[in-house]
Nanobody
Framework: QVQLVESGGGLVQAGGSLRLSCAAS????????MGWFRQAPGKEREFVAA????????HSADSVKGRFTISRANAKNTVYLQMNNLQPEDTAVYYC?????????????WGQGTQVTVSS
């Protein structure tokens, strides 16, 4: 089992920045990829960014490229999402997730989420 705990959400004005953190515990050695997703009210959950746990390769959604950066600190079992130039459309609950090795792209573990609200 892997446990994930997010932190760092809050209220920020448009153009501002926030850094989300996700602390992983448990069987962290089994993690292949860590990802961030978000879900706005009335919308489906969408992919934001991902990073491989060992190699640090990253991938981001087009909507956040150039503004959001995903990174990791393996010694701390922590993944970060640096969010710059936030816009009202970035308002959502942000979830950290972990994917184990194997076929497909299903994420197996999820955090409880942290609210990000961007005011105009």
């Amino acid at each position: 089992q892997v446990q994930l705990v997010e932190s760092g959400g809050g209220l920020v004005q448009a153009g501002g920045s926030l850094r989300l953190s996700c602390a992983a515990s448990g069987r962290t050695f089994s993690i292949y990829v860590m990802g961030w997703f978000r879900q706005a009210p009335g919308k489906e959950r969408e992919f934001v960014a991902a990073i491989t746990w060992s190699g640090g390769s990253t991938h981001s959604a087009d909507s956040v490229k150039g503004r959001f950066t995903i990174s990791r600190a393996n010694a701390k079992n922590t993944v970060y999402l640096q969010m710059n130039n936030l816009q009202p459309e970035d308002t959502a609950v942000y979830y950290c997730s972990a994917r184990l090795p194997g076929p497909g792209d299903e994420y197996h573990y999820w955090g409880q989420g942290t609210q990000v609200t961007v005011s105009s």
